[in-house]
């Protein structure tokens, strides 16, 4: 049996309950047959815990695994599985729809299901969600990830609270986030150094969105920069203070906010309403 690489982030999840509850928050459906059932697309399957219930719950599955040794493990214990596809690479430099395209059974994957590792969930999120810049093409449906403690905080944070940072607004800004359970380091062999938590994340375009996401994208960016200033002073490079100002007035924000205190949506009415 391959046994768990740091390299990889390897963690094998061994807790039932996590997964039982990651299953669920997908809300799968296996459909009729007429392909009204849910293509689940998983990042990291490892040893196949996972796989093996979204295998039985989906219309069909695809998993793409770096990892060589595992994918060989994989095909041995799933590979006879009809609707489960295992693709070896690089999730991050992988063109899914390329790879796809020749499949019919496992086109455009609706829901996102997936232990990713750790050291590289900025990224994946990226890839999935896209950027305030460059929305995701075609967004999924539903995305639930197995993350970081401290990262699904910092998703799931509200604005005026401690967590809410720049990550919060970049993705809040792409999908509506959900907390769904802690999971204990103890639920993983081995025991990574961190809690985790499940996350669900809905793709989603805001009633108001960005009129120049970049503009958002670089008022976010600096407004976060220094969280213990006010948004005023880190702002100063791009907006006069007095224009600042007299724009959070007319927000009926008070002018000596800190960045984390405004809302998105108070983000994307101050991008919309700067000119410079
Ligand atoms: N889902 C499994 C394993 C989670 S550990 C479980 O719950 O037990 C993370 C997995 O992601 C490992 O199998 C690791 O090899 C794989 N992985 C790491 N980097 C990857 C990448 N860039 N692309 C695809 N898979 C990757």
Redesign the pocket.
Same mark, same amino acid.
């Given at each position: 049996m391959p046994q768990p690489?740091k390299q +990889? @982030?390897?963690?094998?999840?061994r807790s039932e309950k996590a997964l039982s509850r990651i299953v669920s928050a997908a809300d799968l459906s296996k459909g009729s047959g007429d392909g009204s059932g849910d293509r689940v697309l998983e %990042?990291? !399957?490892?040893?196949g815990?996972?796989t093996r219930q979204l295998l039985s719950q989906a219309a069909a599955v695809v998993s793409?695994?770096?990892?060589r040794d595992?994918c060989e493990f994989l095909t041995k214990k799933l590979g006879a599985i009809e609707n489960f596809l295992l693709l070896q690479g690089? +999730?991050?430099t992988l063109d899914l729809d390329a790879v796809l395209a020749s499949l019919p059974a496992f086109q455009h994957p609706n829901k996102v299901v @997936?232990? %990713? !590792?750790y050291n590289?969930t900025g990224p994946i999120l990226e890839k999935l969600l896209g950027t305030i810049d460059h929305p995701a093409a075609k967004p999924f449906d539903r995305i639930v990830l197995l993350v970081q403690k401290e990262v699904a905080q910092r998703l799931c944070a509200r604005s005026g609270s401690k967590q809410f940072g720049a990550l919060s607004v970049r993705v809040q800004y792409l999908a509506e986030c959900e907390f769904i359970c802690d999971v204990p380091a103890g639920a993983f062999h081995p025991p990574p150094k961190v809690d985790s938590a499940v996350v669900r994340l809905k793709p989603r375009s805001l009633a108001v969105p960005a009129a120049d996401p970049q503009q958002l994208e670089t008022l976010v960016k600096l407004g976060f920069a220094s969280k213990r200033k006010m948004l005023r002073n880190n702002l100063q490079s791009v907006m006069e203070r007095d224009q600042l100002t007299e724009l959070l007035e007319r927000l009926a924000i008070n002018p000596q906010v800190r960045a984390e205190d405004l809302s998105v949506e108070q983000w994307v009415e101050l991008s919309n309403r700067f000119h410079p």
């Open positions: 690489r +990889f @982030a390897q963690h094998w999840l %990042i990291g !399957p490892g040893m815990v996972l793409v695994e770096i990892d595992l690089d +999730f991050l @997936a232990n %990713i !590792p590289i």
